[in-house]
């Protein structure tokens, strides 16, 4: 809301100017005063006299009255017209949808100046027929945003369901519909106030807008431009006018866009596209140091990773969501990180690639990763060139919504040829071979014409796979993969499995990292788990030791929860997860807890080893069955 | 394919009828008459019998929906009439003037997309910084700067101060080749600018919207070099629906650009339109709306065509 | 000043053409004076020879055609494609032709000219002078070379209508819009809305003439640009040159202006509306406004006054004593307000149009002046052709309007001021001024200079009385050139429109 303040301000200027007007000290807009006509400024006239010697400065002020009344006015009528059509045409869909936006859109064939030539010389100049000429020509527009946005939201579950109660059509559109479609339309308005400001003196200029005496900044434009040799000024005020207005209302616009849809622009847009660094790195510990006895992770080995939120200025700057992270991976384990949504998992392994959203940030932690040379290498404090080195290459990651994730508009082949070309000095040719080759490696059948589609041709288990072989193309070291199964249905989720599983048997020394929130999948999958909550590991150990006798009360809620044969969703487990603003001060999960005691609540438990391979965050560990 | 293009022809058919029939009946409601404009010229008292028999003589005074009718069936046969003017085919003298506009159009079409989206694409990426603000600064500007001060301007500076081009006009290309191109950048560069702030502030828009999807992060976790991602991944994606609309901004352009061709003394269709009204030329106006909205119905097809091929999820079916 | 300095450059290469055709053929005479390029304010809307289609139209007109008579650079009339006219005393007028050609090399003949005043007069025929031409009732050719014009009642101005760019003469046959003629130059290419291509027709009557080798003509429709484009030395000479422009043309030592203050602006008014049916209103209306200020604010000063009917101060029939009869004077004009019963003024729409500047700007200075006496003026600005239809149907109370008449006769005052003649947006709308119109007649049949004058001087007192129309400002007429270019003349007063007749004498370089 505070990025408004600067545009809506000057706009509140503008407007007070305007309505203000009549009051103002001005000299009368219509008051010629010939023999002074093309007088440069003076203390009388501030910004000097125009070519009938009127005060430019007052005519101004009264030219914006006209263009700003005109542009507002048709931008609003417009709208209301345009956004009952676009509802209507988008709700009903058939015939509706023909007289209401298709018939709008027949004024889109017509130039718009003809339009505006017709209207204006059917009514007469002036301000009414130009408003309705505008109307005309904008109608369509916003018949278009708001039909498109309507048939978004006409497809939502929840519209769908008051259609099925029985709702009445038009209170579905008035109270439902369009709340939703207002942040597109918003935005349209502001557009087409800013264009309409520039057609009004386009139309002027032409003799079609306004009726002098009264001033508009397309008249004066129109007056200036032929005495540009006697007095340039004169079309400079009305075009700095002109354009200054419009810069507001672009910048109005702009921000509108930002405030409306949160999610559209990035604080200091992708960061990871600049080469310098921005952020400088908090000072970490030495990675040889991290090396522990009780974790003889010899692949990876994360310590301390916290992540906090960075947006300057922004609500809930510096929260942390994922606080103190350790974890170890050998070469050839597979860890399972399992946790709710908001745990952090997803956060942690992002983390260890670099790819977390600009608006994350890491502030404290080490990610000790051995390269293939052998070399020691702190993830965390690598720039994005250091990880671009080792991304897809020596580490790979598997998304979630493989759907999302591969690029449309490419053919899978492509995308998969990009990542060999991108780490390996071979011909483009063997590459296309070798993409074949692993899409028939990974399960897809007739591989040689499926590199050939598109990602959407692709069932949603093949798409899965491709993406699969693309994360392991260069044979990596390191497979992150983020929750790869949880957007399949139960069959293929085993076929994925397996095919994982496949995968590792072929590569024993890859070390895999598998995010998921499904413990049958962990026990299938997985030699370790680590377990996480509001962005803490509260439990690690091996598969089977934890399963048998979980150490934290938490993993035994999230085994309780698991009903017989598969399970999907985590949902027994009474209570949420505390947002990361709002942590208590002792235990994170003692909210939730039936095992909690008034220590729980003091302070928050350090880790503790019942056995040599197993951790928790949990002072009752040992009563916890 | 084929039946949707058949669908769609079919479609434009009935809407090019519509605003035939429009600009037909609205031309009638229009106050002003062809035979007194033409034979009031010069400010001259015409005579009411030579006016009289010049409104005959064009069938000016046949019931209307007898014009409309001869009107129409002169159109189904592939003839848009004569102008009321001087007897000049109407259809010749489109065929003359419509490629002169469409090569504006189409000139400052290239130049704002070599200009606008490099410089969308910066802008998104530096969101927030100075270049961010610079950009959108200009863009703003050139938006808001009318064409025909921008117009003035330029033939102030180029051609009469440092003489540089013709101070407008036209001249064919098969005459004097250099001469035509230098005449056409004055117009094209000029309506390029408005398109290329339109182009400018999409492409920005989209490269934000598509910088946050899943498949640039992917792109990212392959190891890609930045060039290729913003190439092949962002740009490529980002240019679907800048292009898109683009290609409907150039359908507004056509007939829409008097005021450049006024400025710049360009003899392309949107002047022909003007003079056309401004004369009450009625088989004129209809035959260049006629030949306009099928253009604008046809851009729009190729809009279409073209979205479907650069963006494989859509399927051209209806 | 201007007019001599050009006129006198016009005796100086007029005779060094001369010279040449002595020295050599055509040929060279075309290699050394080249193609003038000449900016015009639009394209002609068509070739109708006899139509009235403006004053683009009849620039070109005026390239490519001839009428029996015409005008000198000097503003007199004289014989074109006549050698000779008189007029007998029982007003029948005779023509001599002399050995003309068609642009086809066939000679021009009486019976090509009796075909012209016949075809211009028929019913359907939509020339100009198709009303005038009902009152030539007979046209004999006696031989092949002589064509007597018979009138109804003897009539003084007849030559003036076959002086006229709207009455050029074409070959017996052809079509209206041929753009076959008998003058200095041939159509050759046009590029409609462009440009139009002219070469010299070398089997032209004056010998020697045309100099130019031809003429292309190039659109500019925007004043600006016009003389953008002369500045650029894209074109040669242009013409309409706008009045904020002439200041720096004439400061610029490549260019020269040749401007006449020949135009001039006018309010009529619609005598079905009251108050307008009053005479005392319109004459109140006449003293309300200061002309002066519509001239600067309007024409930037290139101008002048116009405080009675537009009788130039050069013409023989002016009147010293009447040229004021309109003067500004606003207690007069609320003195007069009061006694038509109106002291505190009125609301009223004035016709104007957006599309030319100098109307809108005379009437917004209108508006100004009229609000001081208390009528309230609302301006009615719709686009030209808008305009013309509402001024002919009379849907306004009180219009601007700028014309030129048809020649410096005063009998040009006719199209003005006659009430007797069909409605038009020219004259005011409604208003029967049977005093005026038999004056008028009067003038049209009297032949004597002396009693002539007598006559108008009576015309213009009553209408001064009657305010017809109120006379605001002379608006100067201008063409630029290059100074390079010699031979070209604007020629006086409301001739400025048929100036283009003397580019058969212009010469470049």
């Given at each position: 809301m505070r990025k408004l303040i600067l545009p809506v301000s000057i706009l509140a200027v503008i407007l007070a100017l305007v309505v203000l007007a009549p009051v103002l000290p001005l000299a009368d807009e219509r008051a010629m005063d010939i023999p002074h006509r093309f007088a440069g400024p003076s203390m009388a006239h501030w910004l000097g006299q125009d070519e009938f010697g009127r005060d430019v400065l007052t005519r101004l002020i009264y030219g914006a009255r006209a263009s700003l009344s005109i542009a507002i006015g048709s931008a609003l009528a417009a709208a209301l017209i345009g956004t009952a059509l676009g509802l209507l045409g988008g709700y009903f869909r058939g015939i509706v949808e023909l007289f209401t936006v298709r018939a709008a859109e027949i004024i889109l064939c017509l130039p718009p100046l003809l339009l505006a030539l017709l209207v204006v010389t059917i009514f007469g100049a002036g301000f009414w027929p130009l408003i309705l000429a505008l109307t005309l020509l904008y109608t369509p527009n916003y018949a278009r945003v708001v039909y498109a946005a309507t048939l978004q939201v006409r497809a939502l579950d929840f519209v769908t369901a008051q259609r099925a109660l029985g709702t009445h059509p038009l209170k579905i559109v008035l109270r439902t519909m369009l709340p939703n479609v207002l942040p597109p339309l918003v935005v349209q308005i502001s557009l087409v106030i800013a264009s309409a400001i520039v057609i009004e003196s386009g139309l002027s200029f032409l003799g079609l807008g306004v009726v002098p005496p009264t001033p508009s900044w397309g008249l004066m434009i129109r007056a200036a431009r032929g005495a540009m040799e006697q007095a340039p000024l004169l079309l400079l005020w009305p075009s700095v006018a002109l354009a200054g207005t419009i810069l507001t209302f672009n910048l109005l616009c702009d921000r509108l866009q930002s405030v409306l849809d949160p999610r559209a622009v990035p604080a200091g847009g992708a960061i990871w596209l600049r080469r310098r660094r921005t952020t400088p790195i908090a000072p970490r510990i030495a990675p040889d140091q991290v090396e522990r006895d009780h974790a003889p992770a010899d692949l990876l080995s994360v310590a301390g990773l916290t992540i906090s939120l960075d947006r300057p200025g922004g609500i809930g700057s510096g929260m942390e969501l994922v606080r103190g992270v350790n974890l170890g991976l050998r070469t050839g384990e597979t860890l399972a990180l399992v946790g709710e949504s908001g745990s952090g998992k997803t956060l942690t392994s992002l983390a260890v690639t670099g790819l977390l959203p600009d608006v994350l940030k890491i502030t404290a932690g080490t990610a000790a990763y051995r390269r293939r040379d052998g070399e020691l290498r702190d993830l965390i404090a690598e720039d994005e060139d250091g990880h671009r080195q080792l991304r897809g290459d020596e580490i790979s990651m598997v998304f979630q919504d493989a759907s999302a994730a591969l690029n449309p508009v490419h053919r899978i082949g492509e995308q998969l040829?990009?990542?060999?070309?991108?780490?390996?000095?071979?011909?483009?040719?063997?590459?296309?071979?070798?993409?074949?080759?692993?899409?028939?490696?990974?399960?897809?059948?007739?591989?040689?014409?499926?590199?050939?589609?598109?990602?959407?041709?692709?069932?949603?288990?093949?798409?899965?796979?491709?993406?699969?072989?693309?994360?392991?193309?260069?044979?990596?070291?390191?497979?992150?993969?983020?929750?790869?199964?949880?957007?399949?249905?139960?069959?293929?989720?085993?076929?994925?499995?397996?095919?994982?599983?496949?995968?590792?048997?072929?590569?024993?020394?890859?070390?895999?990292?598998?995010?998921?929130?499904?413990?049958?999948?962990?026990?299938?999958?997985?030699?370790?788990?680590?377990?996480?909550?509001?962005?803490?590991?509260?439990?690690?150990?091996?598969?089977?030791?934890?399963?048998?006798?979980?150490?934290?009360?938490?993993?035994?809620?999230?085994?309780?929860?698991?009903?017989?044969?598969?399970?999907?969703?985590?949902?027994?487990?009474?209570?949420?997860?505390?947002?990361?603003?709002?942590?208590?001060?002792?235990?994170?999960?003692?909210?939730r807890c039936d095992h909690a005691v008034a220590a729980c609540r003091k302070a928050p438990p350090p880790e503790f080893w019942p056995e040599p391979d197993r951790r928790t965050r949990c002072l009752r560990f040992e009563e916890v069955t | 394919m084929l039946r949707y293009i058949t669908y769609r022809s079919l479609v434009a058919v009935f809407l090019v009828w519509i605003v035939v029939t429009l600009v037909f009946l609205l031309l009638h409601l229009v106050p002003g008459d062809p035979a007194e404009v033409l034979l009031s010229q010069g400010s001259t008292a015409a005579d009411p019998q030579a006016v009289a028999n010049l409104r005959d003589r064009l069938g000016l005074n046949d019931p209307l929906w007898l014009q409309y009718a001869h009107h129409i069936g002169g159109i189904l046969t592939g003839d848009l009439g004569t102008s009321f003017r001087d007897g000049a085919p109407v259809a010749g003298q489109i065929v003359q003037r419509l490629p002169r506009t469409l090569e504006v159009i189409v000139t400052a079409a290239l130049i704002a997309v070599l200009l606008g989206v490099p410089a969308g694409t910066l802008a998104a990426i530096r969101a927030g910084g100075w270049i961010d603000n610079v950009i959108s600064f200009l863009s703003s500007l050139a938006l808001s700067t009318p064409v025909f001060v921008v117009g003035s301007v330029v033939i102030l500076i180029f051609a009469q101060e440092l003489r540089l081009v013709p101070a407008g006009g036209y001249v064919p290309f098969a005459v004097d080749p250099a001469r035509h191109i230098l005449l056409l950048l004055m117009p094209a560069g000029t309506v390029a600018l408005a398109l290329w702030a339109v182009v400018a502030r999409m492409s920005r828009g989209s490269v934000l919207d598509v910088l946050e999807r899943d498949y640039v992060r992917t792109a990212r976790a392959k190891g890609l070099k930045r060039r290729r991602i913003l190439k092949r991944h962002v740009v490529r994606n980002a240019m679907i629906p800048v292009l898109t609309v683009l290609g409907l901004e150039m359908g507004t352009l056509i007939g829409g650009t008097v005021l450049v061709e006024f400025v710049f003394n360009w003899p392309g269709l949107s002047g022909y339109l003007v003079s056309a009204v401004d004369a009450r030329d009625y088989p004129e106006v209809v035959g260049i709306v006629m030949v306009i909205s099928i253009l604008f119905v046809l851009l729009n097809l190729v809009v279409d065509i073209v979205y479907a091929v650069l963006d494989p999820r859509i399927s051209l079916t209806r | 000043m201007t007019m001599r300095l050009t006129r006198r450059s016009f005796l100086a290469t007029s005779a060094a053409g001369a010279a040449l055709t002595f020295v050599g053929p055509k040929a060279l005479r075309a290699a050394t004076n080249g193609t003038l390029r000449f900016g015009l304010s639009a394209y002609p809307p068509s070739f109708d020879a006899w139509a009235s289609s403006g004053s683009a139209a009849g620039t070109i007109k005026l390239m490519m055609h001839r009428g029996l008579l015409g005008f000198g650079p000097d503003g007199k009339m004289r014989g074109e494609l006549a050698e000779s006219f008189s007029v007998d005393d029982d007003g029948v007028w005779t023509f001599k032709l002399r050995d003309a050609k068609w642009h086809d090399g066939s000679p021009v003949t009486a019976e090509d000219i009796a075909w012209n005043v016949a075809e211009a007069a028929k019913p359907d025929s939509t020339a100009y002078f198709r009303g005038e031409f009902q009152s030539i009732v007979k046209v004999e050719t006696p031989d092949d070379k002589t064509v007597r014009m018979i009138t109804k009642e003897p009539s003084a101005v007849l030559p003036g209508w076959f002086a006229h760019f709207n009455m050029p003469m074409i070959k017996k046959g052809e079509a209206p819009d041929t753009t076959m003629g008998a003058g200095p130059f041939k159509l050759e290419k046009t590029d409609r809305g462009v440009s139009l291509s002219l070469v010299a027709f070398d089997g032209y009557y004056k010998e020697g003439l045309p100099k130019l080798a031809g003429i292309q003509a190039i659109v500019y429709a925007d004043e600006n640009l016009r003389v953008a484009a002369l500045d650029a030395g894209d074109v040669d000479l242009i013409e309409y040159v706008p009045w904020q422009a002439m200041e720096q043309i004439e400061a610029n030592d490549q260019l020269a202006l040749d401007a006449v203050d020949g135009p001039f602006m006018y309010l009529t008014f619609n005598a079905e509306h009251p108050p307008f049916d009053d005479p005392k209103v319109r004459r109140a209306i006449a003293h309300a406004i200061k002309r002066e200020d519509i001239v600067a604010a309007a024409f930037y000063g290139r101008g002048g006054p116009l405080e009675h009917l537009p009788l130039a101060e050069g013409s023989e029939y002016y009147n010293a004593d009447l040229a004021h009869g309109w003067n500004y004077d606003p207690e007069k004009a609320k003195a007069l307000l009061a006694e038509a019963g109106h002291p505190d003024g009125f609301e009223c729409t004035m016709l104007a149009t957006s599309q030319y500047g100098m109307h809108q700007s005379t009437a917004e200075v209108c508006q100004a002046y009229l609000s001081m006496v208390g009528i309230n003026v609302r301006l009615d600005l719709p686009e030209w052709a808008t305009r013309v239809q509402k001024g002919n149907q009379g849907q306004y109370d009180m219009a601007v309007m700028g014309t030129t008449a048809s020649n410096n006769d005063p009998d040009g005052m006719t199209q003005l001021v006659d009430g007797s003649l069909p409605a038009s947006f020219v004259r005011s709308y409604g208003l029967k001024t049977p005093k005026l119109t038999e004056l008028l007649a009067k003038g049209r049949q009297t032949f004597d200079e002396a009693k002539r004058k007598a006559i108008y001087e009576e015309m213009e007192k009553q209408a001064i009385e009657e305010t017809p129309i109120v006379g605001l400002a002379w608006r100067s007429q201008g063409f630029a050139m290059k100074k390079t270019v010699s031979g070209f003349t604007n020629m006086p007063g409301q001739l400025c429109f048929y100036s283009p007749e003397t580019l058969e004498e212009t010469a470049l370089g």
């Amino acid at each position: 809301m505070r990025k408004l303040i600067l545009p809506v301000s000057i706009l509140a200027v503008i407007l007070a100017l305007v309505v203000l007007a009549p009051v103002l000290p001005l000299a009368d807009e219509r008051a010629m005063d010939i023999p002074h006509r093309f007088a440069g400024p003076s203390m009388a006239h501030w910004l000097g006299q125009d070519e009938f010697g009127r005060d430019v400065l007052t005519r101004l002020i009264y030219g914006a009255r006209a263009s700003l009344s005109i542009a507002i006015g048709s931008a609003l009528a417009a709208a209301l017209i345009g956004t009952a059509l676009g509802l209507l045409g988008g709700y009903f869909r058939g015939i509706v949808e023909l007289f209401t936006v298709r018939a709008a859109e027949i004024i889109l064939c017509l130039p718009p100046l003809l339009l505006a030539l017709l209207v204006v010389t059917i009514f007469g100049a002036g301000f009414w027929p130009l408003i309705l000429a505008l109307t005309l020509l904008y109608t369509p527009n916003y018949a278009r945003v708001v039909y498109a946005a309507t048939l978004q939201v006409r497809a939502l579950d929840f519209v769908t369901a008051q259609r099925a109660l029985g709702t009445h059509p038009l209170k579905i559109v008035l109270r439902t519909m369009l709340p939703n479609v207002l942040p597109p339309l918003v935005v349209q308005i502001s557009l087409v106030i800013a264009s309409a400001i520039v057609i009004e003196s386009g139309l002027s200029f032409l003799g079609l807008g306004v009726v002098p005496p009264t001033p508009s900044w397309g008249l004066m434009i129109r007056a200036a431009r032929g005495a540009m040799e006697q007095a340039p000024l004169l079309l400079l005020w009305p075009s700095v006018a002109l354009a200054g207005t419009i810069l507001t209302f672009n910048l109005l616009c702009d921000r509108l866009q930002s405030v409306l849809d949160p999610r559209a622009v990035p604080a200091g847009g992708a960061i990871w596209l600049r080469r310098r660094r921005t952020t400088p790195i908090a000072p970490r510990i030495a990675p040889d140091q991290v090396e522990r006895d009780h974790a003889p992770a010899d692949l990876l080995s994360v310590a301390g990773l916290t992540i906090s939120l960075d947006r300057p200025g922004g609500i809930g700057s510096g929260m942390e969501l994922v606080r103190g992270v350790n974890l170890g991976l050998r070469t050839g384990e597979t860890l399972a990180l399992v946790g709710e949504s908001g745990s952090g998992k997803t956060l942690t392994s992002l983390a260890v690639t670099g790819l977390l959203p600009d608006v994350l940030k890491i502030t404290a932690g080490t990610a000790a990763y051995r390269r293939r040379d052998g070399e020691l290498r702190d993830l965390i404090a690598e720039d994005e060139d250091g990880h671009r080195q080792l991304r897809g290459d020596e580490i790979s990651m598997v998304f979630q919504d493989a759907s999302a994730a591969l690029n449309p508009v490419h053919r899978i082949g492509e995308q998969l040829t990009e990542v060999i070309l991108a780490h390996r000095a071979i011909g483009r040719a063997a590459a296309k071979r070798e993409a074949v080759a692993l899409l028939g490696r990974v399960g897809i059948p007739d591989a040689e014409r499926r590199a050939r589609a598109y990602p959407h041709e692709l069932s949603g288990g093949q798409r899965q796979r491709a993406m699969i072989a693309i994360a392991v193309a260069n044979r990596p070291k390191l497979l992150l993969a983020d929750e790869p199964t949880t957007a399949l249905d139960p069959t293929i989720q085993a076929q994925i499995l397996a095919l994982i599983a496949d995968l590792k048997r072929e590569s024993p020394e890859m070390g895999v990292v598998f995010v998921t929130h499904n413990l049958a999948v962990v026990a299938e999958i997985a030699d370790r788990v680590c377990v996480m909550y509001a962005g803490q590991v509260v439990e690690e150990g091996p598969v089977a030791k934890v399963f048998a006798r979980p150490r934290h009360p938490y993993t035994v809620a999230l085994i309780g929860s698991v009903p017989e044969g598969d399970a999907e969703r985590l949902v027994a487990i009474p209570g949420a997860i505390p947002a990361p603003g709002h942590m208590p001060p002792g235990c994170s999960f003692a909210p939730r807890c039936d095992h909690a005691v008034a220590a729980c609540r003091k302070a928050p438990p350090p880790e503790f080893w019942p056995e040599p391979d197993r951790r928790t965050r949990c002072l009752r560990f040992e009563e916890v069955t | 394919m084929l039946r949707y293009i058949t669908y769609r022809s079919l479609v434009a058919v009935f809407l090019v009828w519509i605003v035939v029939t429009l600009v037909f009946l609205l031309l009638h409601l229009v106050p002003g008459d062809p035979a007194e404009v033409l034979l009031s010229q010069g400010s001259t008292a015409a005579d009411p019998q030579a006016v009289a028999n010049l409104r005959d003589r064009l069938g000016l005074n046949d019931p209307l929906w007898l014009q409309y009718a001869h009107h129409i069936g002169g159109i189904l046969t592939g003839d848009l009439g004569t102008s009321f003017r001087d007897g000049a085919p109407v259809a010749g003298q489109i065929v003359q003037r419509l490629p002169r506009t469409l090569e504006v159009i189409v000139t400052a079409a290239l130049i704002a997309v070599l200009l606008g989206v490099p410089a969308g694409t910066l802008a998104a990426i530096r969101a927030g910084g100075w270049i961010d603000n610079v950009i959108s600064f200009l863009s703003s500007l050139a938006l808001s700067t009318p064409v025909f001060v921008v117009g003035s301007v330029v033939i102030l500076i180029f051609a009469q101060e440092l003489r540089l081009v013709p101070a407008g006009g036209y001249v064919p290309f098969a005459v004097d080749p250099a001469r035509h191109i230098l005449l056409l950048l004055m117009p094209a560069g000029t309506v390029a600018l408005a398109l290329w702030a339109v182009v400018a502030r999409m492409s920005r828009g989209s490269v934000l919207d598509v910088l946050e999807r899943d498949y640039v992060r992917t792109a990212r976790a392959k190891g890609l070099k930045r060039r290729r991602i913003l190439k092949r991944h962002v740009v490529r994606n980002a240019m679907i629906p800048v292009l898109t609309v683009l290609g409907l901004e150039m359908g507004t352009l056509i007939g829409g650009t008097v005021l450049v061709e006024f400025v710049f003394n360009w003899p392309g269709l949107s002047g022909y339109l003007v003079s056309a009204v401004d004369a009450r030329d009625y088989p004129e106006v209809v035959g260049i709306v006629m030949v306009i909205s099928i253009l604008f119905v046809l851009l729009n097809l190729v809009v279409d065509i073209v979205y479907a091929v650069l963006d494989p999820r859509i399927s051209l079916t209806r | 000043m201007t007019m001599r300095l050009t006129r006198r450059s016009f005796l100086a290469t007029s005779a060094a053409g001369a010279a040449l055709t002595f020295v050599g053929p055509k040929a060279l005479r075309a290699a050394t004076n080249g193609t003038l390029r000449f900016g015009l304010s639009a394209y002609p809307p068509s070739f109708d020879a006899w139509a009235s289609s403006g004053s683009a139209a009849g620039t070109i007109k005026l390239m490519m055609h001839r009428g029996l008579l015409g005008f000198g650079p000097d503003g007199k009339m004289r014989g074109e494609l006549a050698e000779s006219f008189s007029v007998d005393d029982d007003g029948v007028w005779t023509f001599k032709l002399r050995d003309a050609k068609w642009h086809d090399g066939s000679p021009v003949t009486a019976e090509d000219i009796a075909w012209n005043v016949a075809e211009a007069a028929k019913p359907d025929s939509t020339a100009y002078f198709r009303g005038e031409f009902q009152s030539i009732v007979k046209v004999e050719t006696p031989d092949d070379k002589t064509v007597r014009m018979i009138t109804k009642e003897p009539s003084a101005v007849l030559p003036g209508w076959f002086a006229h760019f709207n009455m050029p003469m074409i070959k017996k046959g052809e079509a209206p819009d041929t753009t076959m003629g008998a003058g200095p130059f041939k159509l050759e290419k046009t590029d409609r809305g462009v440009s139009l291509s002219l070469v010299a027709f070398d089997g032209y009557y004056k010998e020697g003439l045309p100099k130019l080798a031809g003429i292309q003509a190039i659109v500019y429709a925007d004043e600006n640009l016009r003389v953008a484009a002369l500045d650029a030395g894209d074109v040669d000479l242009i013409e309409y040159v706008p009045w904020q422009a002439m200041e720096q043309i004439e400061a610029n030592d490549q260019l020269a202006l040749d401007a006449v203050d020949g135009p001039f602006m006018y309010l009529t008014f619609n005598a079905e509306h009251p108050p307008f049916d009053d005479p005392k209103v319109r004459r109140a209306i006449a003293h309300a406004i200061k002309r002066e200020d519509i001239v600067a604010a309007a024409f930037y000063g290139r101008g002048g006054p116009l405080e009675h009917l537009p009788l130039a101060e050069g013409s023989e029939y002016y009147n010293a004593d009447l040229a004021h009869g309109w003067n500004y004077d606003p207690e007069k004009a609320k003195a007069l307000l009061a006694e038509a019963g109106h002291p505190d003024g009125f609301e009223c729409t004035m016709l104007a149009t957006s599309q030319y500047g100098m109307h809108q700007s005379t009437a917004e200075v209108c508006q100004a002046y009229l609000s001081m006496v208390g009528i309230n003026v609302r301006l009615d600005l719709p686009e030209w052709a808008t305009r013309v239809q509402k001024g002919n149907q009379g849907q306004y109370d009180m219009a601007v309007m700028g014309t030129t008449a048809s020649n410096n006769d005063p009998d040009g005052m006719t199209q003005l001021v006659d009430g007797s003649l069909p409605a038009s947006f020219v004259r005011s709308y409604g208003l029967k001024t049977p005093k005026l119109t038999e004056l008028l007649a009067k003038g049209r049949q009297t032949f004597d200079e002396a009693k002539r004058k007598a006559i108008y001087e009576e015309m213009e007192k009553q209408a001064i009385e009657e305010t017809p129309i109120v006379g605001l400002a002379w608006r100067s007429q201008g063409f630029a050139m290059k100074k390079t270019v010699s031979g070209f003349t604007n020629m006086p007063g409301q001739l400025c429109f048929y100036s283009p007749e003397t580019l058969e004498e212009t010469a470049l370089g």
